[in-house]
């Protein structure tokens, strides 16, 4: 077993790519269901518009990234506004619902053939990202110490990914401690205490869908521009539920949980996967049990263990506050 | 807040702005009849129904609520008070109806949109908030905040001084409702007790013109319950307006200037305590059934003692429960 590797990949994996896209998903889910109590089930829907946003509008428009970030930015709020108009005065259930059918009609648009001119169909777009790995400022050459080595390109990736996770938390942290964000909270609690003190609750579950999805959104931009290329097939039911897996982890309506969650997760994964892939390297697992590929399924196996192990033992996640959990059982 | 400074003032006005108490009752002239006019309508209901499948859950001709009084609304279970209130307060929608608070017409308008209008009400079921801390709730309940606003909440000097503010009155009430040192732990921890006063407490904060209370007292200890009264009748004497549906009839006969009396759907009876407590109407409510035989002295008392008991029962029945 070579440990070193293994504990390699897993620091690695801490601050990596991954985590900075969770992050930023897993923090757009705690506004919507941490603090506001929205019941949103197509996270991935409000990435994939965000990315998509930007691919289309750089491919097809020929605009600067940063136009098409901020068009991105403009069609997450529309998506908001489309989900949240009809389904934000009815019971939270509908919004779950109304979220993952809306993401998956996207995804299912972004795949059809009849559109391929402006969405490349199911191989996606590519050559939209340009301007991003052009703006590097950091000269060629390996940077980092210990586990952390990264190449110049690596290093922008993540400084970038990094600064816009903290400016998200930032926000998030001013906005929960305003009044703003006191009435979101109380609308998690109790709709119709709120309204009787005269506050306008559709509209802030409005805005906090709004807000939490740009979020997201600009999550799904950071994954697409920084991998380079958008395929549809990226945007499965499944980003939604590993962000809400990250949020859960590190504790809901906190707001660093979703962060700390989302580092924790891929951590574990990338632990997980070098155990594993380890194991049956060296035949402590016998190939006719396990193959290389299917230890990549078995991480999460485990990783889901660990996370009924989590709720049973420690329900409010890792900077959640137990007597919270209590209380919300009453 | 102490009486004299409000009082002193407050003596020098028309006699017709004035509450009662030691000043000139605004009920000397109003009959006691359902529908009755009062010199002094802050709200005022007209036709307002609703009905719940074939079943009339509320069906009022007309209401007037008397400016700066205490009005009881009373009846037995299912008559409808929950349902009124629901209705006057944008909780529900009526088939038919219309009503003027302060002269501005309501029906149709939200509930937050009422509320706003200086008409806040407080439910039968508490609603505290549960994972806010006991500040928060209060501090939720003062309106017109600057930093309500998604983008002046990011500029945190724009409304720090207002926060200030509404937290120095929310230590106000806190103390005044006996939780001051519960002001930091969260609402959901609270006993039903407090949850009640909490609720009321958080209405107040709105600055209301008219509180609707539902079942203020239920779950209160009768020492608290004696100061909320107090607190309830100081309210009224500096402006404020109260409607509350209670079903101990102490508190009733202790705080109500008016009472109206609700059974099915209609209200069946309005007046004092006094002439409430024999109104045969009234017994039939409580009691179902109305010999139609003139009573004798002793009969009305047996009846009265019996709807008493009925009620007092009911109120226990309840306590139990929560």
């Given at each position: 077993m070579n440990w070193h590797s293994i504990l390699n990949g897993t620091l690695r994996a801490l601050v990596g790519r991954e985590a900075i896209i969770y992050s930023l998903a897993a923090i757009g889910l705690n506004v919507h269901f941490g603090y506001t109590g929205l019941l949103n089930f197509g996270q991935v829907g409000f990435m994939a518009i965000g990315a998509y946003g930007v691919a289309i509008s750089v491919t097809t428009w020929d605009v600067p990234l940063i136009v098409g970030v901020l068009i991105g930015v403009g069609a997450a709020v529309c998506l908001a506004l489309l989900l949240g108009i009809p389904t934000l005065r009815l019971r939270a259930d509908y919004l779950a619902i109304v979220t993952i059918a809306a993401s998956e009609i996207f995804r299912f648009m972004m795949s059809a053939p009849s559109w391929r001119d402006v969405t490349g169909g199911s191989d996606g777009l590519t050559g939209f990202a340009g301007d991003f790995f052009d703006a590097n400022p950091i000269p060629g050459g390996d940077y980092g110490f210990g586990?952390?080595?990264?190449?110049?390109?690596?290093?922008w990736i993540l400084s970038v990914g990094w600064v816009a996770v903290l400016l998200a938390v930032l926000l998030v942290r001013m906005l929960m401690h305003s009044p703003w964000g006191r009435i979101v909270k109380a609308i998690r609690e109790d709709e119709d205490a709120v309204r009787s003190l005269g506050k306008n609750v559709y509209?802030?579950?409005?805005?906090s869908?709004?807000?939490?999805?740009?979020?997201?959104?600009?999550?799904g931009m950071f994954w697409m521009i920084t991998q380079a290329s958008i395929t549809p097939g990226s945007f499965s039911t499944i980003p939604t539920f590993y962000a809400y897996a990250a949020l859960i982890l590190g504790g809901m309506a906190r707001v660093w949980g979703p962060v700390v969650g989302a580092m924790i997760f891929w951590a574990l994964l990338a632990f997980t996967q070098g155990i594993l892939d380890e194991a049956v390297a060296n035949d402590l697992i016998p190939s006719s049990i396990m193959d290389s590929?299917?230890?990549g399924n078995v991480r999460f196996i485990l990783v889901g263990i660990g996370l009924v192990l989590l709720m049973v033992y420690r329900p409010q996640g890792i900077f959640g506050d137990r007597r919270e959990i209590a209380l919300g059982e009453r | 807040m102490t009486d004299a400074p409000t009082d002193a003032p407050a003596l020098a006005l028309p006699d017709e702005a004035l509450p009662d108490g030691a000043r000139p009752n605004p009920f000397d002239q109003v009959r006691s009849s359902p529908g009755a006019p009062k010199p002094e309508p802050i709200l005022v209901a007209d036709e307002v129904r609703r009905r719940f499948g074939g079943l009339t859950a509320v069906d009022v001709r007309h209401l007037e609520v008397q400016r700066e009084a205490i009005t009881a609304l009373i009846g037995p279970n299912g008559a409808g008070k929950t349902t009124f209130f629901n209705l006057l307060t944008g909780f529900d929608k009526p088939d038919t109806g219309s009503w003027t608070f302060d002269d501005r017409r309501l029906e149709g308008l939200g509930a937050h949109k009422i509320a706003r209008t200086g008409m806040v009400r407080t439910f039968q079921l508490t609603k505290a908030l549960a994972r806010l801390s006991v500040m928060d709730n209060m501090k939720?309940?003062?309106t017109e905040q600057l930093g309500e606003n998604f983008f002046r909440a990011l500029l945190p000097r724009l409304w720090n001084s207002q926060e200030k503010e509404i937290e120095a009155r929310a230590v106000e009430l806190l103390g005044r409702f006996n939780l001051t040192h519960m002001r930091d732990e969260y609402a959901g921890t609270l006993s039903g007790g407090q949850r009640k006063l909490l609720e009321m407490a958080r209405a107040l904060m709105a600055?209301?013109?008219l509180v609707m209370l539902d079942e203020p007292m239920a779950g209160v200890n009768p020492a608290l319950a004696q100061t909320i009264i107090r607190h309830v009748a100081e309210l009224r004497d500096e402006g404020l307006t109260v409607?509350?549906?209670e079903h101990d009839m102490d508190v009733v006969r202790t705080i109500s200037d008016w009472v109206v009396v609700m059974s099915d759907g209609e209200i069946v009876a309005e007046g004092t305590h006094a002439s409430i407590v024999t109104n045969p109407a009234v017994i039939d409510a409580y009691l179902g059934a109305h010999h139609g035989t003139p009573m004798d002295r002793a009969e009305q008392d047996r009846q009265?003692?019996?709807?008493?008991?009925?009620?007092?029962?009911?109120?226990?029945?309840r306590e139990e429960e929560a």
């Open positions: 586990p952390w080595h990264y190449s110049a390109r690596d290093l509209s802030y579950k409005m805005q869908l709004v807000l939490g999805g740009v979020i997201g959104a600009v999550g590929n299917q230890a | 939720l309940g003062a600055q209301p013109k409607v509350f549906v009265l003692a019996e709807a008493e008991a009925a009620i007092e029962a009911e109120r226990q029945a």
